[in-house]
Structures are given as structure tokens and as C-alpha cells.
């Protein structure tokens, strides 16, 4: 059974620097695309970065160039880095990946999420 792992996350000052990083466990034929979403309490699901295998990427509009996200397909790794953290980027974040395995073309997994907690 092919899962998420994840890490990094914790209590971090507003202005502070967190990374997230997450790996696939598991045996998998392909890799699509990798990338973070969050929930907040009391609000939905919320799209961060994804990566694409061929490295591209799409932020949403919040991040206005505070994060970065990177991927290693080799090692199946996807970390988002982020700085300038602000409270109400308080949240449970979610890794994500599309995977191809051998009885499934496209598949959908999620991490159990990892909280994220800007305050001082």
C-alpha cells in the first residue's frame, strides 16, 4: 500500500521560516505530480504549490512568493520551503500526489497532514 509521509511541521513565529517535507512509501509505477494543500479551521481544503514531474509549478495566489516547492523524482520527495509566515497561514497542511501503480493508471493519495501553528 503506497502512502504519504509527512514532516516539518510546528510552531513557528510570525516572520519565521518552516519546511515541510514529505515522501512516498511504497512501490509505485509512476509519479505525476506532487505538491501541499492546506485546511484551516472552519474553512475547506485550499491548494498551496504541485510540481509536476517535468518541475512545473503552480502557487496559489496567499503565497505571493513566500514559498518554494521542490521535488526529487528519484527519491520521490516533495518539500515546500516557507518564509515570512504569517497567523493566518495557520493551518493542517496535506501532502498530495497523482501516482501511477501497477493496477491503477492514475491514483490520488494524501498524507495525514502535518500541522502548521504562526504564532508567537
Known amino acids: 500500500q503506497v502512502q504519504l509521509v509527512e514532516s516539518g511541521g510546528g510552531l513557528v513565529q510570525p516572520g519565521g521560516t518552516l519546511r515541510l517535507s514529505c515522501a512516498v512509501s511504497g512501490t509505485i509505477s509512476s509519479m505525476y505530480v506532487m505538491g501541499w494543500y492546506r485546511q484551516a479551521p472552519g474553512k475547506s481544503r485550499e491548494l498551496v504549490a504541485t510540481?509536476?514531474?517535468?518541475?512545473?509549478?503552480n502557487y496559489a495566489d496567499f503565497v505571493e512568493g513566500r514559498f518554494t516547492i521542490d521535488s526529487d523524482n528519484r527519491k520521490l520527495t516533495v518539500e515546500l520551503q516557507m518564509g515570512d509566515l504569517k497567523p493566518e497561514d495557520t493551518a493542517v497542511y496535506y501532502c498530495?500526489?497523482?501516482?501511477?501503480?501497477?493496477?491503477?493508471?492514475?491514483?490520488?493519495?494524501w498524507g495525514q497532514g502535518t500541522l502548521v501553528t504562526v504564532a508567537s
Open positions: 510540481i509536476t514531474s517535468g518541475g512545473l509549478t
Open positions: 498530495y500526489a497523482q501516482i501511477g501503480t501497477i493496477i491503477t493508471q492514475y491514483l490520488d493519495i
